[in-house]
């Protein structure tokens, strides 16, 4: 990792679910303590796995590593963090203010921006006040801040006292109301964020074209906000050792592929390359040599076993998805772990079935066209949510409804208000909504749901209004009856897509988890890319079959009584063959050995 030959104080991992920059983090710290340097390693990953990688039980405090003299880790919790935050605004309000007035505010307190802004309050902690961590040389972040949390910062009206002033209710900037004692903490702290001599933010990504897209649109916008000293670096790189094993073959060539077409910003980085291994990387050794060769000779010919055999392919789930004759589907989980190829594939078995489908997506990233290589097919219908559209579309409505009767002043206020990065997510949102209106007479299949948190916003009247209407008029329809058809298991099935590893499972189950404090319980999971119905022999992806073991099993042990296995494909799915051949192939025996037809 050549960033950390001159690193700087500050470094951020930043990248999607499943991507291994709670790794990459960790290699770093322990490579900088081996060198002496003193070093606090910070998570405020809800589903980190940073205790199983560095094998120490950490808490919202730093605990020292034992392995590794000179490192402390600690784990911070955005949910406990975004509590205690909350309580902070509110409390001292509560004998003051009538109950209804403190259920209001409470409320407003429980959009997504809070915990985003929480999590931002416990960086701000650790960067801006020294004392905190005047006793290390170095502080390193696994999950850095979005764009989307710098750019609520720097909103004008979030110090302006528009929260306090404004006759027109509420805004998106509720979070940060009450904060203008800590506003020059906060200044201060995204100005290191784009000092170089300070910070560097290290782009972790796969050797994917989707990944790298995702990775290039991140620095966009990090270097839009000034934060521009960026590293990249590729994790899972492959090169194949046994030349007859044609999917090792296959792999290294869509990794090549990939890197050749790696956008333009992407390129202008400095890179570190890590080789794909041969495992998870866990303990404080593997840390020290990950980066480095390691082909993995040893071969397990007997991988452990599965709790039960599992079916390979999608085509009985979406038998069980057709019976309904209508309704919703949704493909949710982290990025990068195939939502939009599983959601396309259902979506042409269902068509094929003479159903009538429509399918879309609500992420600005995934392009279910190019999925479907721009053929077409009777009964399909396709279509996408444009964020650039329903933003404005939502701005204008707003602005003619509850600017109408404000002066100039108002309007200013009320405008710049609407430029807020949550705009967009409020507006895409009840274009969501009136798309999953569209399951009463036919098949609806979305790619990327609203997230569990979102959800669970739904389940109060004062949360509609004001994460979801905020200045509107009138409720749509299609919102008033949207949880209560996305908790109806006749209407809506949602599909947890996954990988076999270890933080994408973590994620998927803590998304799972916050589904069913909503009244929404998954249908079914999908662990995508699997290893484990295909015969391999090189060293390395041997033992990644292997290992897919464990977390296969915690699937269908702990989180979902139905599952499927959707291999890893030579070629990328794309295209109505490629996607019909993701139907069903067979099953993965309990042995793990062979595939049964």
């Known amino acids: 990792m050549t960033f950390l030959q001159a690193p700087t104080r500050i470094l951020f991992f930043t990248g999607k679910g499943g991507v291994g920059k709670t790794t990459s983090a960790c290699a770093a710290a322990v490579r900088l303590a081996d060198t002496g340097k003193r070093v606090l390693l910070v998570s405020t990953d809800p589903a980190s796995n940073l205790d199983d990688v560095l094998g120490v039980s950490l808490h919202p405090r730093p605990t020292p590593v034992p392995e590794v003299p000179g490192l402390s880790a600690m784990n911070l919790d955005p949910q406990q963090s975004a509590a205690e935050y909350r309580e902070r605004m509110v409390g001292p309000y509560r004998n003051l203010l009538p109950a209804a007035a403190i259920t209001s505010m409470e409320e407003q307190f429980s959009g997504s921006c809070t915990v985003e802004i929480a999590a931002f309050d416990e960086f701000a902690r650790l960067l801006g006040d020294s004392r905190m961590t005047a006793e290390f040389d170095h ?29 027109t209710g509420t805004s998106c900037i509720g979070p940060l109301a009450g904060l203008q004692a800590q506003q020059q903490l906060y200044r201060d702290t995204v100005d290191a964020l784009g000092d170089s001599t300070t910070t560097t933010i290290v782009l972790v990504t796969r050797p994917e074209q989707a990944a ?23 994790n899972g790189l492959f090169q194949a050792s046994d030349s007859s094993d044609q999917l090792a073959l296959a792999l290294q060539r869509r990794g090549e592929s990939a890197m050749e077409e790696m956008p333009a910003v992407l390129r202008q980085l400095p890179q570190t390359v890590v080789p794909l291994g041969s495992q998870g990387v866990l303990g404080v050794e593997a840390l020290r040599r990950f980066g480095t060769s390691h ?10 076993a599965l709790a039960k055999e599992v079916p390979v392919g999608l085509g009985a789930l979406t038998a069980s998805l057709a019976d309904a004759g209508h309704g919703v589907i949704l493909t949710m989980g982290k990025g990068g772990v195939g939502k939009t190829t599983i959601a396309a594939a259902i979506a042409v078995s269902l ?6 489908v429509h399918l879309t997506t609500t992420d600005p990233a995934a392009h279910i066209a190019a999925t479907l290589a721009s053929e077409s097919l009777e009964n399909l219908t396709v279509g996408r949510v444009d964020p650039t559209a329903e933003t404005a579309r939502y701005q204008d409505e707003v602005m003619q409804t509850a600017g109408s009767s404000l002066d100039e002043r108002g309007k200013e206020l009320l405008a710049e208000d609407l430029r807020s990065p949550c705009t967009e997510e409020i507006a895409v949102f009840r274009a969501f909504a009136a798309a999953v209106a569209e399951g009463t007479d036919r098949f609806v299949v979305l ?31 299609a919102v008033q009856q949207l949880l209560p058809r996305l908790r109806d298991p006749a209407f809506t099935r949602v599909l947890i897509v996954t990988l076999p590893e270890a933080t994408p499972v973590h994620e998927a189950a803590q998304l799972q988890h916050d589904l069913q404090r909503a009244q929404i319980e998954p249908f079914a999971w999908v662990i995508n890319q699997s290893l484990l119905p295909l015969t391999v022999t090189d060293p390395v992806l041997s033992r990644r079959r292997a290992h897919e073991t464990t977390f296969v099993n915690e699937v269908i042990t702990r989180h979902s009584e139905r599952v499927v296995l959707v291999p890893w494909q030579q070629q ?24 049964k037809e």
Request: avoid cysteine; aromatic fraction near 4%.
């Open 351 to 356: 068509a094929e079935r003479g159903l009538r």
């Open 572 to 595: 990328p799915p794309v295209g109505i063959r490629a996607l019909r051949g993701l139907a069903e192939m067979g099953r993965v025996s309990a042995d793990a050995g062979q595939l």
């Open 212 to 234: 790298l897209k995702e990775a290039a649109r991140t620095s966009g916008e990090l270097a839009a906000l000034g934060v521009r000293n960026q590293r990249l670096l590729v």
């Open 139 to 167: 502080v390193i972040f696994d999950t850095a801040p979005t764009g989307h949390t710098l750019r609520l910062l720097t909103l004008p009206s979030a110090w302006s006292g528009f929260m306090d002033s404004s006759t």
């Open 447 to 477: 790619d990327t749901a609203p997230t569990g948190h979102t959800v669970l916003l739904l389940d109060a009247a004062l949360a509609y209004h004001r994460e979801v209407l905020r200045q509107a008029d009138q409720m749509p329809e």
């Open 295 to 304: 082909p993995g000779d040893e071969r397990l010919d007997a991988p452990p």
